[in-house]
């Protein structure tokens, strides 16, 4: 079940990706909708992604897996600063 924290992560972390290109490829000058929504849809799914990231790294540490967070952490800084982008 904890295993899901990470497909959820990328996910939504995809679901960031797309939603700001979405919002691109519809914008009209004229007539500007939803662009405000998508961007804050497109920051929450990037907000909860990272969370589920905190929220798999926690439960590594409460098993005592030191040796798997160790391999994590370097990984899951460049995408989260990549992500948060």
Same mark, same amino acid.
């Given at each position: 079940?904890?295993?899901?924290?990470?497909?959820?992560?990328?996910?939504?972390?995809?679901? *960031?990706?797309? =939603?700001?290109?979405?919002?691109?490829?519809? #914008?009209?000058?004229?007539?500007?909708?939803?662009? %405000?929504? @998508?961007?804050?849809?497109?920051?929450?799914?990037? *907000?909860?992604? =990272?969370?589920?990231?905190?929220?798999?790294? #926690?439960?590594?540490?409460?098993?005592?897996?030191? %040796?798997? @967070?160790?391999?994590?952490?370097?990984?899951?800084?460049?995408?989260?600063?990549?992500?948060?982008?």
């Amino acid at each position: 079940m904890i295993g899901l924290l990470n497909i959820g992560s990328l996910l939504l972390g995809l679901v *960031a990706w797309i =939603l700001p290109v979405i919002n691109l490829t519809r #914008y009209d000058k004229n007539n500007p909708k939803n662009w %405000a929504v @998508l961007s804050l849809l497109s920051m929450s799914t990037c *907000a909860i992604s =990272l969370c589920f990231q905190l929220a798999y790294n #926690y439960h590594l540490v409460k098993e005592g897996c030191y %040796a798997l @967070l160790m391999g994590r952490v370097d990984v899951c800084k460049n995408v989260a600063s990549i992500s948060s982008f």
